[in-house]
């Protein structure tokens, strides 16, 4: 039994967003993903900037 897409809470709450044509929810499916490494690279790591509470005093004056 294939739901319909007027079931789900969303389209039931906001009718006039969805067209009254919309098929249905489509089925579920594998996707192929995958992410290519480079040999040697490492993640971008970059402390975050902590600023000085003099610093900090200055822009607020």
Do not use: C, T, W
């Not at 040999?39 to 900037?49: D, N, Q, T, V, W």
């Amino acid at each position: 039994d294939v739901p319909s897409i007027h079931d789900q809470p969303i389209v039931s709450e906001f009718p006039d967003v969805f067209p009254d044509e919309l098929l249905g929810i489509p089925l579920g499916h594998e996707v192929e993903f995958n992410i290519e490494l480079i040999l040697g690279s490492e993640p971008i790591s970059k402390a975050p900037y902590r600023m000085a509470p003099i610093e900090l005093k200055e822009l607020k004056d």
